[in-house]
């Protein structure tokens, strides 16, 4: 393999969480808002704020000093520019351009300490989940959710193509 596969799993991970955004902002507040029929806990939307926010605040961990950390809330109409910024910056990370807060473990607002490896896992398996309760959410409303797996993203992105017959 050629090509970074850590930096293709952070950008099939951006993607994937604007197909999400995106097919949540047509519904309505009601939509957003409705409380889920299964086992997932809280809404679409504070489940989409959650998901965006935890990014920035992995990109922060990731890349400034414990003391320099912004703690902000997420406003809805920001969280396309927010997944971007973070998710870009994420990959940034992924592709070495990006440097680390600092060499080794790096320390938690909770009082950890952490291998930046493990924050890397944590972003896309926290996004994975949360895209699938939404999207378990979406067909409980009887809205299709988007396609956002990785054969999906390997179509979009024009690498998984059909063997000519």
Known sequence: MTDNTLAKLYEHN???NL??????TALTDEQLDAEP???TKGTIRSTL???VGAQGGYL??????AEERPGRELAWDA???SVTASGN???AVAKGELPLACEGRLTTNNGYQVEPWV???QVINHATEHREQIKSMLTALGITPPYVDGWAYGEVANALVPVAS
């Open 49 to 51: 704020l959650h998901l």
């Open 79 to 81: 969280l396309e520019q």
């Open 89 to 91: 910056g994420l990959l």
């Open 60 to 65: 922060a961990l990731l890349t400034l000093p």
């Open 37 to 39: 029929q299964s086992a």
């Open 119 to 121: 924050v890397m896992v």
């Open 14 to 16: 951006n993607w994937a």
């Open 19 to 24: 197909q999400i955004i995106r097919a949540c």
